[in-house]
């Protein structure tokens, strides 16, 4: 694991400034700016920007001097990027068009943005707009895929957008709080049955158990359990979001209560519910969960 850091030429208020990057590991990276005294202001995303002034102390440090184009590479290679189109005001967008072509009203476009607005707050790191945005995405997939009919489609898109609307970070309390939201907020701009589905979809990400023959739950919870099943850098970023939520939990009770549950998922005969989802995330996320475990054992 490696700190870099390339030459300060970008200029802002009146200096320039270089970008700080580790090649494995957001934590890693959080940990030598906290160091270092580089404030969390100055993250953005997958780097920190720091000023001219701090460049040369920085290397003494132990950041490794690279030009602009190695650190971009860099970057890229080991999956912590966050390319333009992943950043919050891109992500916003995105998704508000993708509100509108499931619910196209006045009435409708007040709660997509209420929505986004709850998947904003400023306490979340994981449960954030990327991740329903990567939700929806998998959702997608698994449709292309041929794993849900078209008339159940929106239910489960909708269920999406509501699986988190509410987080204040308690299991289960959570999802309940989340489905009677929807229960709420959707009364009246669908037929009561759809409203009762996307409900009863919301409350399964509490458990990620759909029953045999339940498509529609099948494909939420597969999607919702997607970051499992990503290249390792990017489940690494996944993990570093994750102990931010809980950053408020001492390092030991957290690496206990995250092996156990690590342990509970991989006891599971299988993780992902769709033949799709099991074909495209079952082996890389085994893999994943099978060595953060063994990290979380070891120290």
């Excluded at 998704?95 to 998947?119: I, K, M, N, Q």
């Excluded at 769709?274 to 890389?284: D, F, I, M, N, R």
Aim: hydrophobic share 45%; charged share 30%; proline share 6%.
């Amino acid at each position: 694991m490696t700190i870099y850091i390339d030459p300060p030429v970008w200029p802002a208020h009146g200096t320039v400034f270089a970008h700080l990057i580790s090649d494995s590991s957001l934590e890693e990276l959080h940990t030598f700016a906290a160091r270092t005294g580089i404030r969390r202001q100055a993250f953005d995303e997958d780097h920190y920007d720091v000023p001219e002034h701090r460049h040369r102390d920085l290397i003494a440090a132990g950041a490794t001097p690279v030009s602009g184009t190695e650190l971009a590479r860099i970057l890229a290679s080991c999956g912590l990027r966050v390319r333009s189109v992943e950043r919050p005001t891109k992500v916003r967008a995105r998704l508000l068009r993708a509100w509108e072509r499931l619910l196209d009203t006045s009435d409708a476009a007040v709660l997509g943005e209420e929505l986004l607005d709850r998947w904003a707050e400023p306490h979340r790191h994981y449960h954030s707009p990327a991740h329903l945005a990567a939700v929806l995405n998998a959702v997608g997939v698994l449709e292309r895929a041929g794993e849900l009919p078209a008339e159940r489609r929106r239910p489960a898109r909708l269920a999406a957008w509501f699986h988190d609307a509410v987080d204040a970070g308690a299991a289960g309390q959570d999802e309940e709080d989340s489905a009677r939201l929807a229960e709420e907020r959707l009364a009246g701009l669908l037929p009561a049955e759809e409203v009762t589905e996307v409900a009863r979809l919301v409350r399964l990400t509490a458990t990620h158990a759909p029953e045999p023959g339940d498509a529609a739950g099948a494909v939420l919870v597969d999607a919702d359990l997607e970051v499992l099943g990503r290249a390792p850098a990017a489940y690494r970023r996944y993990t570093a979001q994750v102990r931010r939520d809980f950053d408020h939990v001492p390092e030991p009770l957290f690496r206990e209560g995250r092996a156990r549950v690590l342990a509970t998922l991989l006891e599971r005969p299988r993780l992902f519910h769709t033949p799709a989802g099991q074909q495209l995330w079952e082996s890389a996320a085994r893999a994943n969960l099978t060595a953060e475990l063994a990290e979380l054992r070891s120290a």
